[in-house]
């Protein structure tokens, strides 16, 4: 099962201005008419309940989103890039990866609602935005801008109600397969079962996702036997069926074991409701003991220093094999599945809300840094994103660009800055690729 990838995406980059004018029959001086560039696709990320892992993504994990089309003549504006849309698992985390190796988490995706993670650029003004008054003639227009850039970690953590977890071979399998419509394998051997099953289960007259996680080895919050990928999806559960084999040589130290494992990999997971299932109730030898294990099992949950219900928790025994026992057992965790939404509500009110994702883009985004600049072996160099975009498509060779390249430095203040500096006419500055002499 893939449950965790991850992205490389670049969003679309916006379309090029265009630098015309109109040249008609009859309108000579018709002025400038160069169209905007098109905004770049965006790449949103969305919930799909038909997907249940990630393998469409692990090898498609680099992703180039449309950019936007050049602006043109007569007013034409680009078109817009088209919209990268990603679908995954109900259930899956984004996180923002930086270079550090630091996550950033975006968005937990629990809906069909898309959720913005990398933004198109803008598309760039055409010279018909430069005319005023004292400019008639403009022969600046915009490149584009640049799309975002990111690196996503998704990873895939499966949404259900209640967790099996158990040592191998205790009879989940057979379980799950018994209450829902679930067909995992099942043999007499331990990890039959290799990756989390789900199933619905419907009794009572209600239905609630049952997830059967692999069996669990001591140590398995370190990575054995798989064990921290299998902890992962039960993260979710509201509460857990711990599942005991009768036929095990101490049943109450494979109950510690488990919940030692949930503490070690994540406190939360200890702290959630069980209820205790005894299994093979039809053998016997597990008849016979059934008292001395009640007694034992239940001293031992309300001994517990993680249980959450302690000395409430219940225990039934069970034969997921005749269906023995399973039915009232059902019956307790629907009553437990209410109270722990009503508690997950009571606190959703209390608590505020996580940031989200953005679903929607913010068209013009500022400047990543203010107007700076520096020397290097006699040249400015101009840092300014506004002015980088401006000379990328200027023509350096024409008086009338540098003379409308110097009225944006002056109104942007960065004119002044470098006359302050000592800069001399003749002296070259450079402002993205493009070098010129300042005058």
Known sequence: MIDTVRLNIKAGDGGNGCVSFLREKFRPRGGPNGGDGGNGGNAYIVGDSSINTLLHLKFNSTMYVDRGGHGKGKGQRGGNGEDTVIKVPMGTV????????????????TDDTPRLVAQGGAGGWGNAHYVSPTNQEPMLSQRGERGEYVVLFLELKLLADVGLLARPNAGKSTLISRCSA???????????????????????????????????????????????????????ARLYVHVLDGLSEDPVADFHMINRELQEFNPALAHKPQVIAV?????????????????????????????????????????????????????????????????????????????????????????????????????????????????????????????????????????????????????????????????
């Open 94 to 109: 984004v996180c923002r990866m930086h270079r550090g190796g630091e996550k950033e988490f975006l968005t937990d995706i």
């Open 279 to 439: 299994n093979k109730i039809d053998v016997t030898e597990v008849r016979e003991r059934r008292a001395e294990l009640a007694g034992a099992l239940k001293n031992a949950a309300a001994e517990s220093p993680v249980l959450s219900n302690g000395a409430d928790t219940p225990v039934f025994f069970i034969s997921a094999v005749s269906g023995e026992g399973v039915d009232p057992m059902l019956g307790q965790v629907i009553e437990m599945i209410e109270r722990a939404s009503e508690q997950e509500a009571a606190m959703l009110v209390e608590e505020e809300p996580a940031p989200e994702a953005p679903t929607r883009p913010s068209r013009r985004r500022q400047a990543a840094e203010p107007i700076s600049f520096y020397k290097d072996r006699g040249v400015y160099v101009v840092k300014s994103e506004q002015l980088e975009r401006l000379s990328a498509l200027a023509d350096t060779r024409d008086y009338r660009v540098l003379l409308q390249l110097w009225r944006e430095m002056t109104r942007l203040g960065i004119a002044r800055k470098l006359e302050d500096a000592g800069i001399e006419p003749g002296d070259t500055i450079r402002i993205g690729r493009a070098e010129m002499e300042w005058f």
């Open 182 to 236: 679930a067909k995992p394998r099942i043999a007499d051997y331990p990890f039959t079962t290799v990756e989390p099953v789900l199933g619905v289960v419907t009794t009572r007259g209600q239905d609630f996702v049952m997830m059967e996680v692999p069996g669990l080895l001591e140590g398995a919050h370190e990575g054995v036997g798989l064990g921290d990928q299998f902890l992962r999806h039960a993260e979710r």
